[in-house]
Every structure is written in C-alpha cells, then in structure tokens.
C-alpha cells in the first residue's frame, strides 16, 4: 500500500497542450494540475479525446506542453532539452502501450536486452522476464508468442531498466478479458513488490478498482478524483 506521506515524484501544474491542426487548434489540455506520489498506483479514466494520452506522454518525456510546469524530483521537463528528456525517459521511465512494439526479428531476451544495454543499474533480461512469468520463453520470437504474452515481454522491458515510474496507455486494450487480467496482474504485482510508481490508462472502468487512486479526465481537465476504500485484486475484478 503506498505512503500518504510518501514524496511527490512527479509534480504537473497548470499543464496546457494545444495542437494545431491546419487552421484549427485543438485543446487537448486544459490547465491539469496533478502530484503523483512514490509507489502510487493511479488509474486514469476517460473517454477517447479526453486527454489521457496527452498527460500520460508529457509526465512520461514523450511531449513537451504548451504551457504549464512538469516535474520530476529535480527535472523540470516542461523546459527540457530533447537530449535531457531522452536522459529522462531512458533512467526513469519505463513505458508500455496498447500495442507491444516488440522487434520480430528477436527473441524475448533480445527484445528485453535492447534496454539493459542503456540503463544504469539494469535486471538481467532472464529476471525481468521471470518478474512477469516468462521465464520459460526466453528464447520465443514474439511470433511465437500470444498476443498476452507479447505484452508481458514489453512490460519486461519496460521494467528491465528499474524505472522509477511505470506509464501504461491502454495496456489491456489489445486483449480478452482473461489474458488482460493477466497483464494487469503483472502490474499490480510490479507496483507492489517493486515500489515502481504506476500510471495506467484506460477506457474500462472496473480497472479502477485496483488503484490507490483514480483521476477522471474530460476534456482536457481533470474532471473527478476518488480513492477505492477497498483496494481490488485483479483477480476481484469483472467487467
């Protein structure tokens, strides 16, 4: 269970992203406010074009806002250099999407290895796999993998470098509803033994349960926050 008093690791104020598109803007940030603290376990929710995605790259590095301040412990990223948001993303963050992005030509330890060889202080690949029970397929192609196993080599992956947070868009979006509790396990399972901060979007509100805390977004604010009293297992969960 995360600390109340635990610090802030990430800190957003006023966070303003529009982009144009031809002649029009679009607002896809509207002034979010929003503190994240260590070993956090949020969700956030949202309809499509609510800006969840949007949040999610700018605290990840990915995208610089338009207006507003980001922090990182020490990094302020709104005004970061590319060469210091690289720095950022590769030391701290770890990400995983609705889509795998794992490199057919490689094995899951090959596709695990690609970050170990630029992280710091890095899990062997064998590790990170065994973390999300893949042990045994060390030496698969993603192609010979399911769709629910293909995701837990990204999470693998995204662990491997021991991110302080872990960024999630969608993660079970690819997947049935047995292999996605699957994956959401994995994460939980991360957040909790690990102490890796978690951030996982999605459209499927019954995730929520398993947060320490649930940020609702619509149109571009943060438009509700609560705390389940009782925090879910996946495995309590249906949908």
């Given at each position: 269970m995360h600390n109340a008093n635990a610090t802030a690791v990430i800190a957003a104020r006023g966070l303003t992203k529009v982009y144009r598109m031809g002649t029009t803007e679009v607002h896809a940030l509207r002034g979010v406010d929003l503190s994240v603290r260590e070993g956090e376990f949020?969700?956030?929710?949202?309809?499509?074009?609510?800006?969840?995605?949007?949040?999610?790259n700018i605290l990840g590095g990915l995208d610089t806002p338009t207006a507003g301040g980001v922090r990182f412990l020490e990094h302020e990223l709104a005004s970061a250099q590319e060469a210091e948001l690289t720095r950022y993303r590769r030391e701290h963050v770890g990400f995983v999407f609705q889509f795998y992005n794992l490199i057919p030509s490689l094995t899951a330890r090959e596709n695990v290895a690609l970050v170990t060889e630029i992280a710091e202080r890095p899990m062997a690949p064998d590790e990170a796999l065994d973390w999300v029970g893949l042990g045994e397929r060390l030496d698969h192609f993603p192609s010979q993998l399911s769709g629910g196993e293909q995701q837990r080599v990204a999470i693998a992956r995204a662990i491997a470098k021991r991110p302080d947070v872990l960024l999630c868009d969608e993660p079970t979006g690819a997947l049935d509803y047995e292999t996605g509790k699957l994956v959401l396990?994995?994460?939980?399972?991360?957040?909790?033994?690990?102490?890796?901060?978690?951030?996982?979007?999605?459209?499927?509100?019954?995730?929520?349960?398993?947060?320490?805390?649930?940020?609702?977004?619509?149109?571009?604010?943060?438009?509700?926050?609560?705390?389940?009293?009782?925090?879910?297992?996946?495995?309590?969960?249906s949908w």
């Open positions: 949020i969700v956030l929710l949202g309809p499509s074009g609510s800006g969840k995605s949007t949040l999610l396990e994995v994460i939980a399972r991360i957040n909790a033994d690990l102490g890796t901060t978690a951030m996982v979007i999605t459209h499927n509100a019954a995730i929520a349960g398993m947060a320490d805390r649930v940020l609702r977004l619509g149109n571009g604010k943060i438009v509700g926050e609560s705390r389940p009293e009782h925090k879910l297992t996946p495995s309590e969960i």
